[in-house]
């Protein structure tokens, strides 16, 4: 057969000599096998045109057949100087398409992932994030295979990760973390775990839910205790608003969230005084979360506070007061004022049911103090204790 007739030969008939017939299978199943023709359209020898379209049919069948034995290594010894930096950008992205084809259509590529890992670790940030971190994704089967990199992957995607959240791919990394820290948790140290829990996304109320899962996670491993450090550290730090209300969601939400951490072995007293010491940020973001977070203690574990929390939480709430007096009107002041009335109103009940264990006189200040707010709290009947309790 001519050059001309075999360049003009069609896919389908250019796809037959990709595979061989297992004779030995009464199904006749079926793996590409990389006949000498095809090593020579894919290698250095041949014009790059000619590489290219290889590849590119090569792609397609990839993704519903598996490479004949030992066929990984072969291909990228075929094609892996393709993705030099010295290549143009479609060349190297078609290359990188066809490899991320090639690992997800293979449950296991051995020895490879050590060589694929140490190709994206030495080119990640020369070279479009997309592309890159779908192959990361398929080398490291979605955070579930480490096979041969278990030392490796932890760090590389911590030092990874502040860019992949500013970037399109912010989600994706963000699943994929879930399912590391899930999966492999074991080959993660704390210096990893402490820095995982500091990266933050562009936009965390969209990623809310994953970053809770990712946090749960963290937090139910062997480091948990080292995680949650880290939280307390962050709120304390008084640094970045969303950063500080992050850490006081995420810590709050483990210790007495609906869904708390039960390998967290931790009293609510044990992060109050944290709590408190958030309470002096004045920022509209943490004002509100950690008016939140009170709210939610007071209601579901009052019966676990004792006399120095219930002085720990009147002190923070007076605090809160204060931040929100201080606010413009708006809708940010109602809200604040809202949750803080629903708090005193809870710990009201408590008292009628001879639950609360703090200082009576200590409430009643503060009952006192800002009952001239009354008209602004959104269905508040409280007026002043004097008033309420008839007390002299």
Not at 216 to 223: D, E, Q, S
Not at 256 to 268: A, D, E, Q, R, T
Request: charged share 25%; hydrophobic share 40%; glycine share 6%.
């Amino acid at each position: 057969m001519s050059k001309d007739s075999k360049a003009e030969r069609s896919f389908p008939e250019r796809l037959k000599r990709w595979f061989r017939l297992d004779r030995g299978n009464v199904t006749g199943s079926r793996e590409i096998r990389l006949t000498e023709e095809l090593r020579a359209e894919l290698g250095p020898e041949s014009l790059t045109s000619t590489r290219m379209k290889a590849i590119k049919e090569l792609n397609e069948v990839l993704a519903s057949k598996k490479i004949e034995e030992n066929g990984i290594e072969k291909l990228w010894l075929l094609v892996q100087d393709l993705l030099s930096l010295t290549s143009p950008t479609e060349q190297r992205h078609t290359t990188l398409q066809m490899l991320t084809t090639l690992t997800a259509a293979h449950d296991r590529i051995g020895a490879m992932r050590h060589v694929f890992y140490n190709y994206i670790s030495e080119n990640y940030q020369h070279e479009d994030t997309k592309p890159m971190f779908d192959f990361f994704r398929e080398v490291i089967a979605d955070g579930k295979q480490l096979e041969y990199i278990e030392e490796f992957v932890g760090p590389f995607l911590l030092e990874w990760l502040p860019g992949l959240l500013a970037s399109p791919q912010a989600a994706d990394a963000l699943s994929l973390l879930v399912n590391l820290v899930k999966f492999n948790a074991a080959y993660l140290d704390e210096p990893v775990v402490t820095g995982y829990v500091k990266p933050k996304t562009s936009d965390i109320t969209k990623d809310m839910l994953i970053f809770l899962q990712i946090m749960r996670n963290l937090l139910g491993t062997h480091l948990g205790n080292s995680g949650l450090y880290v939280l307390c550290r962050l709120i304390q730090s008084d640094g970045d608003p969303h950063m500080v209300r992050g850490a006081i969601f995420f810590l709050t939400s483990a210790l007495w969230g609906n869904n708390k951490v039960s390998s967290l072995n931790y009293k609510p007293a044990a992060v109050l005084p944290t709590l408190q010491q958030a309470g002096n940020n004045n920022h509209v973001l943490v004002v509100y979360e950690v008016a939140l977070s009170v709210q939610k203690l007071v209601s579901k574990m009052s019966l676990e506070l004792h006399l120095s929390s219930w002085d720990l939480l009147l002190d923070t709430l007076g605090k809160l007061f204060e931040h929100a007096v201080a606010l413009e009107e708006g809708h940010e002041k109602q809200s604040i004022l809202t949750v803080l009335k629903d708090t005193l109103d809870v710990i009201e009940q408590l008292i009628d049911l001879q639950q609360f264990g703090g200082s009576l006189d200590k409430f009643f200040f503060l009952i006192d103090l800002y009952a001239h707010l009354r008209p602004l709290m959104l269905g508040a009947s409280w007026g002043t204790a004097h008033d309420v309790y008839n007390i002299r």
